[in-house]
């Protein structure tokens, strides 16, 4: 019964937690950091942990990890939000470590997600029962551990980085969504192109693009046979802006301004500037700049505040046109 609860297309649990891996055997990517004979992945079959941070941008497998990890491992499994909780939950739970190590001989493998979301003190508190082997800590985080997680505990656990999924990863994980009779989506369809559409635009993120199938899934009616075939015209509708990973205040920040200076410098040709320069139309040159960074802010759909990103392009532009302006005409 639980089962064919859970083919339906409107389940209890949304079908990306549905078709999380169980095993690292259906885990699909990050190869270079599960594939066998690499370090992590002997550590889980031989349950021989070892803390761990697990960085990696949202959907690249950080919680699943730690789950299939829960799967293998004989010590307590104990999953703990950085969201939701305090320092008093956090003794709380190191105290509950202590006292089944004491009971049973074995340690606590301690799953913080979003552990960046900890201030230092936080962090701090874990730091007596990771070196006295009571836990062993494995903390997933969307951001740079050098920058948001203590130098106490990074030289106590190893980093591993996930990278984004691949464009070929993303559809593998969408074709098992829709031929998994158990876990998936039941009498959906969708071709190549339009799975291929989906994971372009999900910005390798698994949990995006499955969420993505599902509401496609849910908005297109049944055919006659039964069937809900999905095209890219309805994944446009659902989707309506790709997937960018965007923080305001964090490293992406700086990584798309970088993208824009590149793009800019790509697009803004030498022939062009040199012509605006030897005519000293600078307000020609400044409105070039404004509507290139327009035309890339839509491209990217990035709701922020393009201030910013003027300036800094802006300013690569203008080192470039002084850079053509006084240079030999054999260099132009």
């Given at each position: 019964?639980?089962?064919?609860?859970?083919?339906?297309?409107?389940?209890?649990?949304?079908?990306?937690?549905?078709?999380?891996?169980?095993?690292?055997?259906?885990?699909?990517?990050?190869?270079?950091?599960?594939?066998?004979?690499?370090?992590?992945?002997?550590?889980?079959?031989?349950?021989?942990?070892?803390?761990?941070?697990?960085?990696?941008?949202?959907?690249?497998?950080?919680?699943?990890?730690a789950q299939i990890i829960a799967h293998h491992t004989k010590a307590l499994f104990m999953p703990f939000s950085a969201v939701v909780a305090g320092i008093k939950e956090v003794r709380t739970v190191m105290a509950d470590a202590q006292r089944?190590?004491?009971?049973?001989?074995?340690?606590?493998?301690?799953?913080?997600?979003?552990?960046?979301?900890?201030?230092?003190?936080?962090?701090?508190?874990?730091?007596?029962?990771?070196?006295?082997?009571?836990?062993?800590?494995?903390?997933?985080?969307?951001?740079?551990p050098s920058f948001e997680v203590n130098a106490a505990l990074l030289s106590r656990a190893k980093v591993v980085m996930l990278e984004p999924l691949r464009i070929n990863e993303v559809i593998t994980i969408l074709k098992c969504a829709l031929s998994d009779q158990e876990r998936g989506?039941?009498?959906?369809?969708?071709?190549?192109?339009?799975?291929?559409?989906?994971?372009?635009?999900?910005?390798?993120?698994?949990?995006?693009a499955l969420n993505t199938l599902e509401l496609a899934a849910l908005s297109q009616s049944a055919n006659e046979q039964g069937e809900r075939l999905l095209s890219s015209e309805t994944i446009k509708t659902v989707m309506q802006r790709a997937v960018l990973r965007y923080d305001k205040s964090g490293e992406e920040h700086f990584n798309l301004i970088s993208a824009f200076v590149e793009r800019a410098n790509r697009?803004?040709?030498?022939?062009?500037?040199?012509?605006?320069?030897?005519?000293?139309?600078?307000?020609?040159?400044?409105?070039?700049?404004?509507?290139?960074?327009?035309?890339?802010?839509?491209?990217?759909?990035?709701h922020t505040d393009a201030s910013h990103l003027i300036q800094t392009v802006r300013g690569e532009g203008y080192v470039l046109a002084c850079d053509v302006k006084w240079s030999g005409p054999e260099e132009r």
């Open positions: 019964m639980a089962k064919e609860q859970e083919s339906t297309l409107e389940p209890t649990r949304p079908l990306a937690d549905r078709m999380r891996p169980r095993t690292l055997a259906e885990f699909v990517g990050q190869q270079s950091v599960i594939a066998d004979g690499t370090l992590l992945h002997r550590l889980i079959a031989e349950d021989q942990l070892h803390s761990l941070i697990l960085w990696g941008p949202p959907g690249s497998g950080k919680t699943t990890l089944y190590q004491q009971a049973t001989g074995r340690r606590t493998v301690l799953f913080i997600d979003e552990i960046h979301r900890f201030n230092r003190a936080q962090q701090d508190a874990f730091l007596p029962y990771v070196e006295n082997g009571t836990i062993i800590l494995i903390g997933a985080t969307t951001e740079n989506l039941v009498g959906v369809k969708a071709d190549d192109q339009t799975l291929e559409f989906i994971a372009h635009y999900a910005s390798g993120d698994a949990r995006a697009v803004l040709s030498r022939d062009a500037i040199a012509d605006l320069t030897r005519k000293d139309d600078w307000e020609a040159f400044d409105r070039s700049i404004d509507t290139l960074v327009s035309r890339l802010r839509r491209k990217l759909a990035v």
